[in-house]
């Protein structure tokens, strides 16, 4: 079988990818082991980031850096034998997160930012998804006074993007999410960031906008990519698929292709877990709540409350652990009325991470036709919509909407 362009992984990346090439009049043919947005794609919390113009930053406090250290709070937790694996990848991080050199971090994903949302908008109208959309924003609580007053100084700048939010008081906070338990030195509101209610679901719809436009989707094994004459191979369940260009979607997997092929990429996983509760009585979360303290999220989801925990430093396919939300529950269930799980266990996936908190999208300089899509750590289902454009706009050598060169993989 022969093809334009072959996408290999069927999360939410590589779908963004494979609808915007087909809009350019690309045939496309989807590739993944699995079934579509079954990986990582299906267990975020869910929100499509407009608002968060700078990336998740390594911490550079000594305080902090200690905190870490010892290994014991809710919001990261590292296995000691991942620590050889890791640690060139945790020093680049911390080299990265310099106040200087996050601002170029920043400017590299403004265009992404900015372009999330309007971006998704246009795949969920086409794709009937209106349902799962949510314009709730997001609301992040402080316990610290100090820290609610640093935050409130930082939030300042997002005026200066067109973003909006509303600072709140503890009974303003209170207001808007009667149920929770606690009371905090206060809280800010995100409002343009978008929310989906289901990320799962929005990737199925996705797929099935892609079929009916003429995609194909199979199973197949990305690790049998070949080049020949005639491009690039990919053996699938109905036999092999050849076509011209390649985009390699593969979130945490994407290193391992891409190494194969001669990229040496300093990168590695933090893995998150999630479990979804009913809550007690009568009790309704309204808003998703990040809780800064204890670093993890509870997000009004189709299915009940996703608590979705920090990150966990571990070799990506170590086996699961209790730990995270072990850590996590407890706080959980201090801040809102969590009941019964709903989850038979709780679900585990990887967040693919550059040290330099910027997505790997662009061309394989050494191999024509070989493109890179993956990289995109808290924010792959954020940037999914815009770096698809982006990718489908440099295959078929139009001007791309931002400059693609700080996801070059050249960088490495």
Same mark, same amino acid.
């Given at each position: 079988?022969?093809?334009?362009?072959?996408?290999?992984?069927? /999360?939410?990346?590589?779908?963004?990818?494979?609808?915007?090439?087909?809009?350019?009049? +690309?045939?496309?043919?989807?590739?993944?082991?699995?079934?579509?947005?079954?990986?990582?794609?299906?267990?975020?919390?869910?929100?499509?980031?407009?608002?968060?113009?700078?990336?998740?930053?390594?911490?550079?406090?000594? %305080?902090?850096?200690?905190?870490?250290?010892?290994?014991?709070?809710?919001?990261? &937790?590292?296995?000691?034998?991942?620590?050889?694996?890791?640690?060139?990848?945790?020093? +680049?991080?911390?080299?990265?997160?310099?106040?200087?050199?996050?601002?170029?971090?920043?400017?590299?994903?403004?265009?992404?930012?900015?372009?999330?949302?309007?971006?998704?908008?246009?795949?969920?109208?086409?794709?009937?998804?209106?349902?799962?959309?949510?314009?709730?924003?997001?609301?992040?609580?402080?316990?610290?006074?100090?820290?609610? #007053?640093?935050?409130?100084?930082?939030?300042?700048?997002? $005026?200066?993007?067109?973003?909006?939010?509303?600072?709140?008081?503890?009974?303003?906070?209170?207001?808007?999410?009667?149920?929770?338990?606690?009371?905090?030195?206060?809280?800010?509101? &995100?409002?343009?960031?978008?929310?989906?209610?289901?990320?799962?679901?929005?990737?199925?719809?996705?797929?099935?906008?892609?079929?009916?436009?003429?995609?194909?989707?199979?199973?197949?094994?990305?690790? !049998?990519?070949?080049?020949?004459?005639?491009?690039?191979? @990919?053996? !699938?369940?109905?036999?092999?698929?050849?076509?011209?260009? @390649?985009?390699?979607?593969?979130?945490?997997? /994407?290193?391992?292709?891409?190494?194969?092929?001669?990229?040496?990429?300093?990168?590695?996983?933090?893995?998150?877990?999630?479990?979804?509760?009913?809550?007690? %009585?009568?009790?309704?979360?309204?808003?998703?709540?990040?809780?800064?303290?204890?670093?993890?999220?509870?997000?009004?989801?189709?299915?009940?409350? #996703?608590?979705? !925990? /920090?990150?966990?430093?571990?070799?990506?396919?170590?086996?699961?652990?209790?730990?995270?939300?072990?850590?996590?529950?407890?706080?959980? $269930?201090?801040?809102?009325?969590?009941?019964?799980?709903?989850?038979?266990?709780?679900?585990?996936?990887? #967040?693919? =991470?550059?040290?330099?908190?910027?997505?790997?999208? /662009?061309?394989?300089? #050494?191999? $024509?036709?070989?493109?890179?899509?993956?990289?995109?750590?808290?924010?792959?289902?954020?940037?999914?919509?815009? =770096?698809?454009?982006?990718?489908?706009?440099?295959?078929?050598?139009?001007?791309?909407?931002?400059?693609? !060169?700080?996801?070059?993989?050249?960088?490495?």
């Amino acid at each position: 079988m022969k093809t334009d362009v072959i996408v290999l992984g069927a /999360g939410v990346i590589g779908l963004g990818a494979a609808l915007n090439i087909q809009s350019k009049g +690309r045939s496309v043919t989807l590739i993944d082991r699995g079934e579509p947005g079954r990986e990582t794609s299906f267990g975020n919390a869910g929100i499509i980031e407009r608002a968060s113009i700078y990336p998740y930053a390594f911490p550079r406090a000594a %305080g902090e850096l200690f905190r870490y250290a010892l290994n014991g709070t809710p919001e990261a &937790y590292y296995h000691v034998n991942a620590l050889p694996r890791v640690a060139n990848f945790l020093v +680049r991080y911390w080299w990265h997160s310099a106040p200087s050199r996050h601002q170029i971090a920043r400017d590299g994903a403004l265009p992404l930012i900015q372009n999330s949302l309007s971006e998704h908008e246009k795949l969920v109208k086409e794709a009937g998804a209106h349902n799962l959309l949510k314009r709730m924003g997001w609301i992040k609580l402080f316990r610290n006074d100090e820290k609610f #007053r640093e935050a409130i100084n930082d939030v300042e700048e997002l $005026k200066t993007y067109g973003l909006s939010f509303d600072i709140l008081s503890p009974d303003q906070l209170a207001a808007r999410e009667p149920d929770l338990k606690e009371r905090v030195a206060g809280a800010i509101h &995100y409002k343009d960031p978008a929310n989906i209610s289901d990320p799962g679901a929005l990737s199925l719809a996705y797929a099935a906008l892609f079929e009916r436009k003429g995609g194909v989707f199979l199973h197949g094994d990305a690790r !049998t990519l070949s080049q020949g004459p005639e491009g690039w191979t @990919v053996q !699938t369940e109905k036999g092999p698929v050849t076509a011209r260009d @390649v985009v390699v979607a593969l979130g945490p997997w /994407g290193q391992d292709l891409a190494e194969a092929f001669g990229y040496k990429l300093p990168m590695a996983v933090k893995r998150g877990y999630h479990m979804h509760y009913k809550p007690q %009585g009568h009790a309704v979360l309204h808003h998703t709540i990040l809780d800064t303290d204890n670093g993890y999220v509870l997000a009004p989801m189709d299915k009940g409350v #996703r608590l979705t !925990t /920090g990150a966990e430093f571990a070799l990506r396919d170590a086996p699961p652990t209790d730990v995270p939300l072990s850590r996590t529950e407890p706080y959980a $269930k201090k801040l809102f009325p969590l009941g019964e799980r709903l989850d038979e266990k709780p679900w585990m996936g990887s #967040r693919p =991470c550059t040290p330099d908190m910027l997505p790997i999208v /662009g061309p394989a300089p #050494r191999h $024509k036709g070989l493109w890179f899509d993956f990289g995109h750590a808290h924010h792959g289902l954020t940037h999914a919509a815009a =770096c698809g454009r982006l990718i489908a706009e440099m295959i078929v050598g139009e001007t791309p909407f931002a400059d693609p !060169t700080p996801y070059a993989v050249t960088r490495f």
